[in-house]
């Protein structure tokens, strides 16, 4: 009779904490499922505007190491095992100004540089 309570105890002591944990959901753990679907846009939306040629190198490159800041926080902040709603605020917070500074280096007007050197019609010295 015992063993019996205490294993229907013990199940209904894991019932209780697998409900507790699955009605936390993502806010309470480490995933930031919303935040790594936002930087695979925007990851996205730079490498379009490399291929269009609306983002020119230098461009890229420096929102690219904007993408790779707002990654090494992510993982900070996932580092502990719980992301915070002050810590998710943040990320968010930085993916909003990346994704303002990718859309106004796309619609600047500046464009690619042309390709120059031997074979691509652009003269490589002066007096030729």
Same mark, same amino acid.
């Given at each position: ?17 697998a ?30 505007? *490399? !291929?269009? @040629?609306?983002?020119?190198?230098? %461009?890229?490159? #420096? +929102?690219? &190491?904007? $993408?790779? /800041? ?7 902040? *996932? !580092?502990? @095992?719980?992301?915070?709603?002050? %810590?998710?605020? #943040? +990320?968010? &917070?930085? $993916?909003? /100004? ?7 280096? *796309? ?10 050197g ?11």
């Amino acid at each position: 009779m015992i063993n019996l309570r205490c294993a229907l105890s013990a199940s209904l002591l894991a019932l209780c904490s697998a409900t507790a944990l699955a009605q936390a959901g993502p806010a309470a753990s480490g995933a930031t499922p919303g935040v790594d679907q936002r930087q695979a846009r925007q990851e996205q939306r730079i490498e379009q505007g *490399k !291929a269009s @040629g609306e983002l020119n190198q230098s %461009e890229a490159r #420096r +929102l690219e &190491r904007q $993408q790779k /800041g707002v990654a090494r926080a992510e993982a900070r902040a *996932k !580092a502990d @095992g719980t992301v915070t709603a002050a %810590e998710r605020k #943040r +990320l968010h &917070r930085m $993916q909003d /100004g990346t994704s303002k500074r990718i859309h106004r280096q *796309k619609h600047d007007r500046q464009k690619k540089l042309p390709p120059s050197g031997p074979g691509t019609g652009a003269k490589t010295s002066p007096g030729g």
